[in-house]
Structures are given as C-alpha cells and as structure tokens.
C-alpha cells in the first residue's frame, strides 16, 4: 500500500538558513507527489507538486522539491528561510493511479524558526 | 485563489449529541469533496469521499453512521458527528477541488470539535 514517511517531526532552522525537508514515498507506479504547507488557523495550501516531466519543482514562496525515483524521495528545499515559513509542513503521494484525487499524508513537520 | 471556509471554528459538545460541520466554497464550484480527521501532532485521515450527484465513498474503519456526509450541493458539503463520545473529539478538515484526478485540492480552515 501506499505511504508517506517524513523523517523529522520537528526542525528548528535560524532565519536566513538554507532549509531541506525530506519526504519518503512507496508507490510502484510513477507517484503524484505534493508539499503542503498548514499554518495556524488557515487551511493548508499547496507549495508545489510532481505528477511527470523535470524532476526539481518550483513552487511558491520561494520552495522548490526534487524527485529522486531510486532513492523514492521528494525532499522540500528553501535556501534562506524567513521567519513567516515556520509552519506544519506535510507531504503528501496520490493514493493510486486512477482518478479519485485522494491523498496519502505523512506526519508532518513542524519547522521553527529561530531569529 | 480559491477559499473555502469551514463553520464553526471551534464546538464543544456534550456526548450524545450531535454536531454539524460546514464546508463551503466561496469562490468556485467543487466537483470532489474530500473530509479528513487530523489528530494532535498527527496526519491528516482521510474520512470519505464526495463526488458531484454521488453518495459519499468512506475510507476503511469510518463508521458511515457516525459520520453522516451530505454533498449539499456544488459549493457546501456537511459532516455530522451523530451521537459523539469523547474519542471523536478530533480537528476536522475539508478540502474541495474543480475537477476529478489530482486537480490541487482547496483546505478549509478546519473544526475543532470537543465532546465532553
């Protein structure tokens, strides 16, 4: 079946810090891969996503994901985060190949950033 | 973008009662309809399932009598917790997309439901 493992429950990073979630897939097939990002009060909104083609995404507020088949990865990427990113992050795989649109969460990561 | 707004925010109940939880579009209409359960530091659980004219589809292990979802119509879907205990006391998601497949799905807010 399919599932999601992200690593790092919680991360602290220093403002300005380069900053790398990382976000393990098993799926057999090509995944649709998603980064969500939950904050506070607000619905969570999508950062990016993969579903074929380049395998580095871009995405918004400066967040960017690479596909890595062999090592079934989709690890998320900042390279100077600020103060405003400190938010739940949660990846997230298409539960099967078909058309149901339903998702496959992780347990999310928690990213505190220290001023 | 696209909002979806969830009411109430925050219920306290009482156990044996029953609770209905809101989901509407704001600003467009949504053909799938998706509820999900998320517990403290925990992921988010998918419940069910709703397409457009369609009952809705519930995951393994959601009891489709406790929680009683009504695709309303294009732009509201509703969840009502029937006969709540303490263990459902949880955070309720919904999410709409536009289209059917892996169309970027719109969050809610969320519910924060207590039962006493």
């Known amino acids: 079946a399919q599932s999601v493992t992200q690593p790092d429950i919680h991360i602290t990073v220093s403002e300005g810090a380069s900053l790398e979630l990382r976000c393990n897939y098993s799926y057999g097939a090509t995944p649709y891969l998603f980064w969500y990002v939950q904050s506070p009060g607000q619905g969570l909104q999508l950062l990016l996503k993969y579903f074929s083609g380049d395998t580095l995404v871009q995405g918004i507020k400066g967040f960017e994901a690479e596909f890595k088949r062999s090592q079934s990865s989709f690890n998320l990427r900042k390279p100077s985060v600020h103060w405003s990113d400190a938010a739940e992050y949660f990846c997230?795989?298409?539960?099967?190949?078909?058309?149901?649109?339903?998702?496959?969460f992780g347990q999310g990561t928690t990213l505190q950033v220290k001023p | 973008g696209a909002v979806v707004s969830q009411h109430p925010s925050r219920v306290i109940c009482k156990s044996g009662t029953s609770v209905k939880i809101e989901c509407r579009s704001l600003d467009f209409q949504a053909t799938t309809m998706f509820w999900y359960r998320q517990f403290p530091k925990k992921s988010l659980m998918l419940m069910a399932t709703?397409?457009?004219?369609?009952?809705?589809?519930?995951e393994q292990g959601v009891e489709k009598d406790k929680f009683l979802i009504n695709h309303a119509s294009l732009t509201l879907s509703t969840l009502t917790v029937t006969s709540a205990h303490p263990e459902d006391s949880s955070f309720y998601i919904c999410?709409?997309?536009?289209?059917?497949?892996?169309?970027?799905?719109?969050f809610g807010p969320g519910t924060r439901l207590t039962v006493l």
């Open positions: 999410s709409m997309t536009t289209g059917r497949g892996y169309n970027e799905q719109f």
């Open positions: 997230a795989v298409g539960a099967d190949s078909g058309n149901t649109g339903k998702l496959i």
């Open positions: 709703s397409n457009e004219g369609s009952k809705a589809t519930y």
